[in-house]
């Protein structure tokens, strides 16, 4: 599929029909979104958008938590050639009235407290960035009627993202359509994941790690995102458990504290079984790095099963991960992706290819293709 604007992206969801493309967890419940049903609802939503007054190049903020209704709205918003303007739903009201005014954004789909989860109104902005009336709330946007995409090329601004980086205040990051799509195109040729793949993504979307790894590269590929209902570790438990996920997207302090949390129950055990435990580790991870053989799943099969049986991929970004810890989840069984990036490049430069981990580096460059990123 030729991906040269998040366009592409979304026209392709029609070929792909009823294969799941979200499962998304609330409550006792598994929802499950078809790629057609994705695609319709996008439609929808734009057509509320359209109708409340959205035009090409206007600036639409998107407040809220994951969930699939931020999926559909942010995609609702560059459908009609606009710029969706991401912002954390936990930023303070001051600091979230700061970056709407420095955004110029007129229009916001907003979370408010008594919505259901990830279900936003429209709601107007005023130049001060206060949020005013509202204009629409979820239901009646989906009752709208569906409205056609409208032709952008590659450097029209798809998201503007707030990053502090390392110096304080949140500063603002213009990625196009073209710069997302160069890196999934530079992702998709490494071959990370595959149509039959389930990705539990327990990290932000406004962040552009998460956004463009964990939500487009899976959307691309035709693989099922999985949304769990908090981000927490019983809520990323059951995801794994209850939806057979093969992959999970993470930063490195969620994969320390999985490993510091089997440590911590294998010690509880007593001498003895620490002892076995390391012993066994050791082995694997010779086995691994000296013969090239994979046999931590088998050693570790009780924590496979514990933790997710078809859990088989871990992929960490966003800070480093130390070199210990990626060998430590290597010997137990995992496979291991680690990355280098900033917001904007959009956000990969470098990642540890598959099959060759050198997690004492930072990787080798992303595909070549990236050189079509601009500066900003």
């Not at 949020?131 to 090329?153: F, H, K, M, Y």
């Not at 595959?194 to 539990?200: A, H, K, L, N």
């Not at 999985?258 to 509880?268: H, P, S, T």
């Not at 050791?282 to 994979?294: E, H, N, T």
Request: some cysteine; overall charge neutral.
């Amino acid at each position: 599929m030729p991906l040269n604007t998040l366009h592409d992206l979304i026209d392709a969801f029609d070929d792909r029909g009823d294969a799941p493309a979200l499962l998304s967890l609330e409550g006792e419940d598994v929802e499950t979104w078809s790629y057609r049903d994705l695609r319709a609802r996008i439609g929808h939503v734009a057509g509320g958008l359209k109708d409340a007054g959205v035009q090409e190049e206007h600036f639409v903020a998107l407040v809220a938590e994951n969930s699939p209704a931020w999926i559909v709205g942010y995609f609702a918003i560059v459908s009609l050639g606009a710029t969706a303007v991401l912002i954390d739903h936990a930023t303070s009201e001051k600091e979230r009235q700061r970056l709407l005014a420095h955004a110029g954004a007129r229009l916001a789909l907003i979370e408010t407290g008594d919505a259901e989860r990830g279900a936003p109104d429209l709601r107007r902005i005023g130049d001060d960035g206060h949020i005013g009336e509202r204009l629409a709330g979820w239901s009646t946007l989906l009752d709208s009627g569906p409205a056609e995409g409208v032709a952008v090329n590659a450097d029209r601004v798809a998201s503007l993202l707030y990053t502090s980086g390392t110096t304080g205040t949140p500063k603002g990051v213009p990625l196009t359509h073209g710069n997302f799509a160069s890196n999934v195109e530079g992702l998709l040729t490494e071959d990370l994941a595959t149509p039959g793949d389930r990705v539990v993504l327990p990290l932000p979307l406004h962040h552009a790690y998460p956004f463009t790894v964990g939500m487009l590269t899976t959307f691309a590929v035709g693989a099922t995102l999985v949304m769990p209902e908090r981000i927490a570790p019983e809520a990323i438990g059951r995801a794994l458990h209850e939806t057979d996920a093969t992959i999970m997207v993470g930063v490195p302090r969620l994969f320390t504290a999985l490993l510091a949390g089997i440590e911590a129950q294998v010690k509880a055990r007593g001498t003895t079984a620490l002892r076995l435990y390391r012993a066994m580790r050791a082995l694997s991870l010779f086995c691994k790095r000296r013969l090239g053989i994979r046999i931590g799943r088998c050693l570790f099969r009780q924590l496979h099963s514990r933790f997710g049986p078809s859990l088989r991929l871990l992929a960490s970004g966003g800070a480093k991960l130390e070199a210990d810890t990626a060998w430590s989840l290597e010997a137990l069984g995992w496979e291991v992706m680690t990355g280098y990036g900033l917001t904007e490049t959009s956000p990969v430069v470098t990642f540890t290819p598959r099959g060759r981990p050198r997690f004492e580096t930072a990787g080798k460059p992303l595909d070549q293709r990236l050189a079509k990123l601009k500066a900003l």
